[in-house]
């Protein structure tokens, strides 16, 4: 992979203390015209990495939040080309590594060829395909590699250790550990904090060569702190996705949004004494 991508430098560059916070928001929610200037803001509160959803009608993976943020956003007439031009808005203001997540088929249906040369014109740095399992596309990683864009693949709890390490050999940016079986979705605390520890053990001693961010269900800086502990950082898509949802269209939305992600970084307290 090429040495620019964004991804790698921000893990390259940080400090041995700090979590990667990387934050997922479904693309054209909760306005197509909107997503570069959220993004952009997100970024200035803290966000290190920035996965952009494309949204599905058929999301398998997605609990009711962002079913419905992927719902708004096709209601816009949002699709991958659009998508492409809200990062090229994007990285008119920001050098913030972005991640293009979403199912397979309509990247299939765009050519697979076009998908990676069109993402690395725009300034993509990665993609998080979950349909698509490692190794059953080769195709998918030679285009994507080429391009220099990385492959970031999942592990969960139900994946066994030897294909553990196979998935940290295929990926690149880093392997993003699934914290729960199941669907996306914010979770209470107790919830996210209790099965997850020796899973957390078994990720981090077969994922070597790769950085591990974790997610699924995190909605809070302390639920944040406690579940990333042994690893590189944390996703959070959800719950920032129903502070939109709660703020949203009042004029101060991106603000609160904005806000919300200051304290998710630090905590409350921190953003009291900053
Ligand atoms: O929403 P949560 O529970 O905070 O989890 C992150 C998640 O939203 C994001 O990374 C994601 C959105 N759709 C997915 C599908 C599969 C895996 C991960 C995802």
């Given amino acids: 992979m090429s040495k ?3 991804i790698e430098t921000i893990f390259h560059n940080r400090r041995p203390d700090q979590k ?7 693309a054209g929610y909760p306005e197509v015209e909107k997503t570069p200037e959220l993004v952009v803001e997100l970024t200035k509160s803290g966000a290190d990495i920035i996965e ?3 949204p599905f009608s058929d999301p398998l993976a997605d609990g009711p939040t962002i079913q419905f943020a992927n719902k ?7 699709n991958i080309e659009s998508i492409f031009e809200m990062v090229r808005r994007i990285r008119e203001k920001s050098e913030v590594p972005v991640v293009l997540m979403g199912y397979i088929n309509p ?3 765009f050519g697979l060829n076009s998908f990676f040369s069109r993402a690395a014109e725009c300034g993509v740095d990665g993609v998080i395909i979950p349909d698509a399992p490692p190794g ?13 864009i990385a492959t970031i693949y999942l592990v969960a709890p139900n994946t066994p250790d030897e294909r553990m390490k196979e998935i940290d050999k295929r990926s690149s940016g880093f392997v993003y550990c699934v914290s729960v079986a199941g669907v996306t979705g914010a979770r209470k605390g107790a919830e996210v ?7 957390i053990q078994r990720v981090t001693s077969n994922v070597t060569k790769n950085p591990v961010l974790i997610g699924f269900g995190i909605s809070s800086h302390e639920d944040a702190v406690q579940i990333s502990k ?8 959800s719950a920032l996705i129903d502070k939109i949802r709660e703020e949203y269209p009042a004029s101060d939305w991106i603000q609160k949004t904005a806000d919300f992600v200051k304290v998710l970084k630090i905590g409350e307290h921190q953003k009291q004494v900053m």
Avoid: C, Y
């Fill in 52 to 54: 952009l959803g494309m």
């Fill in 72 to 78: 708004t956003a096709i209601d816009q007439g949002v």
């Fill in 136 to 148: 059953e596309l080769p195709e998918l990683d030679e285009l994507a590699a080429g391009n220099g």
């Fill in 4 to 6: 620019k991508n964004r």
């Fill in 107 to 109: 990247v299939l249906k």
């Fill in 230 to 237: 042994e690893v590189d950082g944390f996703i959070v898509g």
């Fill in 193 to 199: 904090s209790r099965s997850v520890t020796s899973f």
């Fill in 20 to 26: 990667i916070m990387s934050l997922f928001v479904t």
